[in-house]
C-alpha cells in the first residue's frame, strides 16, 4: 500500500522523532534542523508517483536523514579542526524550567527528548567515534533500529553495522559511569555555593585533584582555548572569574537532563555548564559560552 493517503500532518509529525535522531547524530541543534528540513527536502522533491510508491515515509525520512547526518559528521572534524578552542555539544535547557513564553514546537529543542542518551558525558563520548560508529550505535543502541535498515544507511552489510556498533559499545563501556540524580544534584549545590562565596579551598576540595573543565566559546567570547586540567587550576580560575564578573548569577538548572549550572551577567545567560562527578567529587566540567549555543536559554524566560 503506498503513501496516498498520508496527511501532510502524519508527515510532519515525523520530524520529532527525525529531530531526536539527528541531535544525537550530531550534538548541534542548528545542524540536525538543517538535517532534518534537507530530508523533508528531499521527499517533497519526489514525484508523487514515487513518493506513493513508498510505503513508509517515516522510514524513508528516517534513512535520508541518517545519510545526510553521516555525511555532515563526515566534513564536522574538518570543520572542527578550525573552530576557535574546544567544541562541545549543544547544551539543553528543560522543558519544565522554559516558563509559559514558550510555544510548544517554537525551537528545534522544544523536540528533543531528554534522557541519558542527551547526557553531556554521553553526546562527548559520542565525539570520539568515527562517523560510521556513531551512526551504527546511536540508531541500534539507543533507537533500536535494526541493522538491517542501519546497512541501508550506512552503505555496509548488516554484519558489518553490528561490528561498528560493537566497537562503539566499547568506548562507552571505557567511560565511567557517572554519578546522577540527588547525588549530582547535591555536588553542583556544593560547587555553586563555593563558587559564589569565592572559597577556593571548598572548591578544591569538591573537585577530583584530576579534573578536567572544558569550555567552549567559538571564538564569539573570551574563555580559555585549551581544557583546564587539576582541581586546583580550575577551582582558581572560577574564583578569579567571578571576581571579574561582578553580579554574577549562578542558578541551578537541568542541563541536558541532569543538574548543572547556568550563569547569568546583567540578566543575560552567559554559561551553561555542565558536570560529571564521580565518587562525590566533579572529575569534569564541560561550560558552553558560545552564545550561538546558547539560543534556546535566551528566549522565552529560559532561566
Not at 538543517?34 to 523533508?40: G, I, K, L, N, P
Not at 513564553?101 to 567515534?129: H, K, N, T, W, Y
Not at 558489518?160 to 557517572?178: D, E, T
Not at 549555543?293 to 528566549?299: I, N, S, T, Y
Request: proline share 6%.
Amino acid at each position: 500500500m503506498g503513501t496516498a493517503g498520508a496527511s501532510a500532518d502524519e508527515l510532519a509529525g515525523e520530524g520529532r522523532q527525525l529531530a531526536n535522531v539527528a541531535y544525537r547524530l550530531l550534538g548541534s541543534l542548528a545542524e540536525a534542523e538543517d538535517a532534518v528540513q534537507e530530508a523533508y527536502a528531499r521527499w517533497y522533491a519526489l514525484p508523487k508517483e514515487r513518493r506513493d510508491e513508498i510505503t513508509s515515509p517515516g522510514a524513508w525520512l528516517t534513512t535520508v536523514t541518517g545519510r545526510i547526518c553521516l555525511d555532515v559528521l563526515g566534513s564536522a572534524r574538518a570543520r572542527r579542526e578550525r573552530y576557535v578552542g574546544a567544541w562541545l555539544p549543544d547544551p539543553l535547557p528543560d522543558h519544565a524550567e522554559w516558563g509559559h513564553g514558550r510555544g510548544q514546537g517554537a525551537d528545534p529543542a522544544d523536540r528533543i527528548v531528554l534522557d541519558e542518551s542527551v547526557a553531556m558525558a554521553f553526546l562527548v563520548v559520542l565525539e570520539s567515534m568515527t562517523p560510521a560508529e556513531r551512526v551504527a550505535f546511536v540508531l541500534h543502541d539507543v533507537f533500536r533500529y535494526p541493522f538491517a535498515e542501519i546497512a541501508g544507511i550506512l552503505g555496509r552489510t548488516p554484519a558489518a553495522c553490528k561490528q561498528l556498533a560493537a566497537s562503539a559499545r566499547r568506548r562507552v563501556r571505557v567511560a565511567p559511569a557517572p554519578v546522577t540524580g540527588a547525588g549530582q544534584a547535591e555536588a553542583v549545590r556544593r560547587v555553586k555555593e563555593a563558587w559564589e562565596t569565592k572559597d577556593i579551598a571548598a572548591l578544591v576540595d569538591l573537585l577530583d585533584p584530576a579534573a578536567v573543565m572544558t569550555a567552549d566559546g567559538g571564538g564569539m567570547v573570551g574563555t580559555v582555548l585549551r581544557p583546564i586540567e587539576g582541581g586546583a587550576r580550575i577551582a582558581q580560575y572560577l574564583v578569579a572569574i567571578a571576581g571579574k564578573a561582578p553580579g554574577l548569577e549562578l542558578l541551578e538548572r537541568s542541563v541536558n537532563g541532569a543538574p548543572g549550572l547556568v550563569a547569568r551577567q546583567a540578566g543575560a545567560v552567559a554559561t551553561v555548564a555542565s558536570f560529571e562527578i564521580a565518587d562525590g567529587r566533579v572529575t569534569r566540567i564541560w561550560a558552553v559560552r558560545n552564545p550561538e549555543k546558547l539560543r534556546p536559554w535566551l528566549r522565552g524566560g529560559a532561566v
